[in-house]
């Protein structure tokens, strides 16, 4: 989705109109179906080639999607081909993206609406927390209930088509812009949190949208670069080429794309970036190849905004619908113009593009429609949007849209209270010394740093500023806040309960610049609360892993003169924290974008109404020097197709590599304490089929891939026993080494996790399941996942680096 926001757009808007006679597409090599050709092969290296995978495969509507499949048939057999072309184009109109209705056939049309943690353009609507602060629940029912009560207030709004979630970035750079969009630097986890969320937003009855599809891992210059000084707008670059070999494509990237499909996800939006050279909207061996026939996929592939860069070749590539339609940086620019649209009317009748595969376009947009009943009573799109979208404003749109219903229509229900609770549970309590935390009825208490207070600049984030709170991150993935209760107000609520004296200072300059000690009044404050933050936005990614405005110097001058010090940070993830050994820092909490209710999640960790049990989704690594994967930033050559991303550290991101490497680190992936002590025991594997080939049974593909893939082969279970006093809930973590043989795998992979709340004393058995493909490698060769030989170790415990439990299997011997 476009990055741009107010400003940015409205400007691409206004050099819209400026240029709009003057566009021409920049010539491209022949459209090539696959990949651009480079001008210089060498320069590819062993990548270079995205071999074609032609042609795009019709859906069947497989996977229990069957009668909707007929319905969507019938539908397209009635449609004349201008009718065709409209159904595949977006338009300018009331949502982001807009599929015109077809009135003589009663259909009313799809509104198509960001974002990943609220609908971003509506009012009276609520901001739930961020993927990443999801995932740090680890929490199966939260990511569920998290999808359903968001894909209530799509629908309610009328959108069809969320825009949410997303599973790339999944995180190989920690400096990767939207990595928080997203949930882990893991395609387990991720995996698990898609398949959850997808299934709770199309349970609520809109369509979901797996994003962005794939290899969008950097956002520097993840579109081309434009020269606008010309006479005609030119492509100075092309957008940068993630090169990715096979082998990570499925066990790294592809894999949490496959949980979604086999969720059933309506959607799948393809990514700005090339992928080993080709567009991602064009890519035929992606879209084709891994998604349409290896996963199965039934539903439709939408391009990101302005994602489109060819006609014919998008179209056989498996691209289904071009959004929002027009051409040029984020689809902007003649914007009555289209690759699909009248370009696609007239490849059909030039017999370029085969007319069945412009109805299977139309066939995977509507069976997922009809699967969801969208076609019967469907709410109207809040006439409220229309004032609200400054992506296609009124001014824009080229056809008319019946706007009706009651405007500015209340969403929200009760989900103030689940988001609430929601980010509490993703609160990730890194440190405790000496049990600073939960806090015993204080007396006297001091606030610090710029992210406590209120804040300054409007209930639209749309970009970054200094004195305010931070719940979400910047651009196409925010939302408009209706209410948003700042640490600083929840906090003051809570301690006059105990009549304590809150004192706050939030200017992170002053606090800096003074000796803390003659701030305060009368006496030490019995805990110094110092609030951090740091922002992260779509469209650049971070230039470091601090927290912003010097957030390291207010630790450092509070904790001089305060020997109980709780940092807490409301960060996009990754954040160094070279403050963490001080001795005055007693607590840590990590609490990432927890949406509206930020500060009362809080509040319910720091006073111990909630005892923490979220668990980091990534790796905090000891000086932000230690992480590598880097996003391509420095490119000073002006070729077309300089722009190139290496994957070569290929199966080792985050804690793979920095397990691989023997790197210590700070605060290792799944980690995160409670005020509770837990311990496991009695670990036991059992075999739950009597023998295991290396090769899966060759099934009919189903949504998700080979079903046998997905079969429960071990069930491994641990007893769970709470040892402290308070009751709490724990995350024990289930990793896979695999037997040497596998080069190239990383020491330890994790395949399984849940979360268990239990009373003090109360024990629980866990139980894992793990999958054939939780135990199977891709082999590039058979172009099979395949089981190795050899002896698998299977360790359990609280985090990555916590393995209380081993046991090994031997799965081709047993
Ligand atoms: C192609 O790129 C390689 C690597 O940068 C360079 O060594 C070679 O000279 C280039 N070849 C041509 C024909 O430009
Ligand atoms: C990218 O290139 C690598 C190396 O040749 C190959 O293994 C992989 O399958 C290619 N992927 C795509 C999507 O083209
Ligand atoms: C898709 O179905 C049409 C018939 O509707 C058929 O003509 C075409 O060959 C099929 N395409 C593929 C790739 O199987
Ligand atoms: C941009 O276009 C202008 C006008 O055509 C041209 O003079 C200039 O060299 C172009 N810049 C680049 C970087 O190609
Ligand atoms: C067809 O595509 C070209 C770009 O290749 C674009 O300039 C033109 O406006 C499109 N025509 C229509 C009718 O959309
Ligand atoms: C057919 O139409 C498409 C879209 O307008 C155009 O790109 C293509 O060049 C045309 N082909 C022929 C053979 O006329
Ligand atoms: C607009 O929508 C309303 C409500 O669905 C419907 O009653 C009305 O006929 C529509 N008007 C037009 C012009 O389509
Ligand atoms: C913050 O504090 C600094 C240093 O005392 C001061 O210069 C600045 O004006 C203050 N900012 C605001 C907004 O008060
Ligand atoms: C800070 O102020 C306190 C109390 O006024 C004083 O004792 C201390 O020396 C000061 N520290 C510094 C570093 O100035
Ligand atoms: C910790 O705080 C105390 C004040 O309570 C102060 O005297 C001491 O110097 C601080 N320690 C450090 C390492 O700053
Ligand atoms: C922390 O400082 C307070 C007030 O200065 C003092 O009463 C308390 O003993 C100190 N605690 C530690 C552990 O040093
Ligand atoms: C990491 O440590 C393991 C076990 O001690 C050792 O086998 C391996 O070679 C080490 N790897 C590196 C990169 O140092």
Redesign the pocket.
């Known amino acids: 989705m476009p990055s741009t926001f107010d400003l940015l757009v409205s400007s691409l808007l206004t050099a819209a109109v400026v240029n709009c006679q003057q566009y021409d597409p920049p010539p491209r090599t022949s459209d090539a179906f696959t990949y651009v050709q480079p001008r210089n092969t060498t320069i590819l290296g062993p990548y270079g080639h995205s071999p074609p995978v032609l042609p795009s495969p019709n859906a069947t509507g497989l996977g229990g999607w069957d009668e909707a499949f007929a319905e969507a048939r019938r539908f397209v057999a009635q449609l004349t081909l201008e009718e065709k072309a409209d159904m595949v184009t977006g338009q300018p109109g009331p949502c982001v993206g807009n599929i015109v209705a077809i009135p003589r056939l009663g259909f009313k049309g799809l509104c198509l609406q960001d974002g990943p943690l609220a609908i971003r353009v509506a009012d009276y609507a609520s901001v739930f927390s961020a993927g990443v602060t999801a995932a740090s629940t680890w929490d199966r029912n939260i990511l569920y209930e998290r999808g359903f009560a968001m894909g209530q207030e799509f629908k309610a709004k009328g959108a069809h088509v969320a825009l949410a979630p997303v599973a790339g970035p999944l995180g190989r750079s920690a400096y990767g812009g939207r990595n928080w969009e997203g949930f882990a630097a893991d395609p387990y986890l991720t995996g698990v949190a898609m398949e959850r969320t997808i299934q709770g937003l199309q349970d609520a009855g809109v369509q979901a949208t797996a994003k962005h599809y794939i290899g969008n891992e950097q956002e520097t210059q993840r579109n081309p670069s434009y020269n606008y000084s010309g006479p005609v707008l030119e492509i100075d670059q092309e957008a940068i080429s993630s090169n990715i070999d096979d082998r990570t494509m499925h066990e790294l990237y592809h894999w949490p794309f496959a949980n979604a499909v086999r969720a059933r996800v309506a959607s799948v939006m393809c990514s700005y970036q090339r992928l080993n050279g080709s567009y991602a909207c064009q890519n035929s061996k992606s879209l084709n190849g891994l998604l349409k026939d290896e996963l199965g996929f039934q539903g439709y592939v939408m391009s990101d905004w302005g994602g489109t860069h060819s006609g014919v070749a998008s179209i056989e590539s498996g691209l289904d619908m071009d959004m929002p339609g027009g051409i040029g940086p984020y689809g902007l620019y003649r914007q009555e113009g289209s690759f699909f649209g009248g370009n696609l009317t007239s490849a059909v009748n030039n017999k370029t593009v085969d007319e069945t595969r412009v109805d299977d376009m139309i066939v995977r947009i509507m069976t997922p429609y009809y699967w969801l009943h969208q076609d019967k009573v469907y709410p109207s799109v809040d006439p409220s949007t229309v004032q609200l979208n400054t992506f296609s404003p009124r001014s824009t749109w080229l056809r008319e849209f019946n706007i009706t219903g009651e405007a500015s229509r209340d969403v929200r229900g009760n989900h103030g209270e689940l988001i609430r609770k929601q980010a509490a549970e993703a609160t990730v309590l890194l440190k405790n010394k000496g049990n600073a935390l939960p806090l015993k009825a204080p007396k006297s208490i001091a606030v610090f740093g710029n992210d406590a207070g209120e804040d300054t600049m409007g209930a639209y984030n749309g970009d970054n500023f200094e004195f305010g709170t931070l719940a979400a991150g910047g651009g196409s993935g925010t939302g408009r806040f209706t209410y948003l209760i700042s640490p600083l107000a929840a906090l003051s609520s809570r301690a006059r309960q105990d009549n304590a004296l809150v004192q706050f200072w939030l200017?992170n300059?002053?606090i800096v610049?003074s000796n803390v000690t003659d701030l305060w009044i009368p006496t030490p404050p019995e805990v110094c609360l110092v609030f951090l933050k740091s922002w992260a936005t779509e469209g650049s990614d971070r230039e470091h892993l601090s927290v912003d405005y010097n957030g390291e110097d207010v630790v450092n001058s509070v904790a001089k003169a305060c020997n109980n010090t709780v940092v807490i940070t409301h960060s996009s993830g990754i954040n160094e924290l070279p403050f963490a050994n001080h001795p005055n820092v007693t607590a840590i909490l990590a609490a990432h974008y927890p949406g509206e209710e930020s500060g009362n999640s809080i509040v319910d960790i720091l006073y111990g109404n909630v005892n923490p049990s979220g668990k980091l989704p990534y790796t905090i690594a000891k000086s932000g020097r230690d992480y590598n994967a880097l996003p391509t930033t420095k490119v000073t050559t002006a070729g077309s197709y300089d722009w190139q991303s290496w994957f070569n550290e290929k199966l080792e991101i985050d804690y793979r590599y920095f397990d691989a490497q023997n790197i210590s680190v700070l605060y290792e992936f799944g980690y995160g304490l409670s005020y509770s002590t837990f311990s496991l025991s009695d670990i036991k594997v059992e075999a739950l089929v009597k023998s295991v080939s290396s090769a899966p049974e060759d099934l009919p593909i189903q949504p998700g891939g080979n079903p046998a893939l997905w079969e429960s082969i071990y069930n491994v279970s641990v007893l769970v026993t709470n040892t402290g006093n308070m009751e709490g809930a724990t995350v024990p973590q289930l990793y896979v080494t695999f037997p040497d043989s596998v080069l190239g795998t990383p020491p330890k992979q994790l395949r399984g996790f849940d979360k268990v709340f239990l009373a003090p004393g109360k024990s629980t058995n866990v139980n894992f399941e793990l999958m054939r493909r939780d135990l199977s490698y891709w082999s590039v060769v058979s172009q099979k996942w395949l089981i190795p030989e050899g002896e698998f170790v299977i360790s359990v415990g609280f985090s990555s680096r916590d393995l209380k439990k081993v046991i090994s299997i031997k799965p081709l011997t047993d």
Do not use: H, K, V
Request: charged share 25%; net charge negative.
């Open positions: 200017n300059t002053l610049d």
